[in-house]
Structures are given as structure tokens and as C-alpha cells.
């Protein structure tokens, strides 16, 4: 008997379903690989890309960070230079808000030295020590009166300047640029922030940046807050930043300063008290006595040994002065 047709048949059909079912599986398990390539080479170049946008933001913090320190360094090195810098007489006129000239400062100078040596020859004091007194009062009363109005006025500007910055924070966070900010402070601030803005936003008004002019306003009111203030607007100037945000901060660091200020005046009042007592009871005494039995002060006053010890002890009263205020002028 040959072979049964039928079985042949069958075998060849099952073979052919065995070879066909293979052949789906391996073009399956390929499809698969290369789709398991696919996934990894598109997950190899997201890591890419985001590994440059990585290192790109890295860049750019390090770049604004080294704009920051070399801002930093230039002011540093400006205010140690300015703080070397002897300043001129018109520079202090200009920082006392006054407007006359030194020609005119030298004249009234003169003019308050001849009264000292007026008032010293009615007195019954010898010509020397009459001349004496006019040279002291005249280099003496009219500095003493400059020196004086600067602190008076920068005193009124650290006061209200806080005030100023909420102004430009409230300006740039409602859409208000800059200079509208500042325009505003000059029209609406107490002087003396509102003459010193004024100039400023009229400097900018003929081409003068904003750097330049705000170096031209720290000469003119030589202040550690305007200078932070100036640092503040240089760094955002070169290296951007939310300008609203560092202002903010700025102001209620001057807010902390003011308060621990003012702490450490009610704490040092007493010393202060106390030294001005010291400091005023010898002259009192030798008023009263002069006053009351003026026979009694005459030779000193007359006689050449009185008028000697008379010098000595304004030297050692002033000496002493000067001590007990540096103890308790405390830096703040």
C-alpha cells in the first residue's frame, strides 16, 4: 500500500500552520525591538534636550551671577574712592542743600570773625586772644553751621525714603515704568527727596543714564540707603530681575535699619544725657560765678596767667568732650 493521501495532506497543512505561526512571531518580536529602539532613542534625545536646556539655564545663572558680583565690586571700589576723596566746599554747600557760592561762604566767614573780635575787645580782652577768637569763630561757626544743615538733611531723607521705594514698588507692580515712578516721587515726595528726584528725573530728561545721575545723587546726599538704593537699580539695570520684589525687600530692610536706630537712641539716651550734664556743668559754673561776683572772675580774664588757664581748661574740656562722644556715638 503506498502512503495515505489524506495524511500527507494533513502533514503538509500542519506544517505549513506551524511555519506560518513562527513567522508571525518573529516579525512580532521584531516590531517590538524596533520599537523598543524607537522609545529609546526618542527617550535619549528628550534626556538630550532637556540636558541642554539644563545646562543652558546653568549658564545663565552663573553668567548674572558673575554681572552681579562685578556690579558689586564696582561700587565697592567707587564708594572706598569717594570716601578718600576729600570733599570740596561746594560739594558740602551742594550736600547742605544751599545754592551760594564759596565766595560767599568765605565772605560771611570773614564777616562772623571780625564780630569775635568785636565781641572779645568789648569784653576787655587783650588784642592776641582777640584775634584769637575772631580766626576760631570765623573757621569755626560758619563749618560748624554747613556741617550741621548736611546732617539735619540727610536725617529728614533717610526718614521718609522707605516711603519713596513703596512708591516705585506700587508704580512697577500696577504697569507704571520706572521714570513715571520717579516723576511721581518728585512731585509728590517733602523735601529734601523731592528736590534730589527732581534733579534726577530732569538729568535723564537731557540724556544723562540712570547710573550717571544717581552717582551724581549719592555725592550730593552721601547715605548707606541711597546707596543700596543705586546698587539696587545697577544690578537690575545690567542684569534684569523682578525690580518690584528687590525694592520691596530693600524698603523693609531701611524700615529694620530705622527702627534699630531708633532702639539704640532710647537705649543710649541716658549716657548722652549724662555726658551733656558733664560737659555743661564747668562752663555753668563759671557763668554763675562771673554773674554773681564778677570781682571774683576779673583776673581771669585780665591777668595774663588767668587767660592761660582759662585756654588750658577749654582744651581739656574739649578733649574731654570729644572722648565722651565717641563713647557713646554708637555706629549703627
Known sequence: MGPDPVLIAAAIAAFIAVGGVGWVATGAMGDNRAARQRKAIAIGGAAGRGGARRATVV???????????????????????QRKKTLSLKAKIEQAGMSFSPTTFWIASLVVGVIGVGVSLYFGQSLLVSLASGVGTGLGMPRWFLGMRCKGRQKKFTAEFANSLDIIVRGVKSGLPLNECLKIIARESPDPIGPEFARLVEAQSMGVSIEDGMKKMVERMPLPELNFFATVLLIQQKSGGNLAEALSNLSAVLRARKMMREKIGALSSEAKASSMIIGALPPGVLGIVYFTTPSYMNAMFVEPKGQLMLLGGAIWMGLGILMMRGMINFKH
Open 59 to 81: 549658564d545663565q545663572t552663573q553668567q548674572r551671577r558673575k554681572q552681579v558680583q562685578d556690579s558689586l565690586k564696582e561700587l565697592e571700589k567707587r564708594q572706598k574712592d
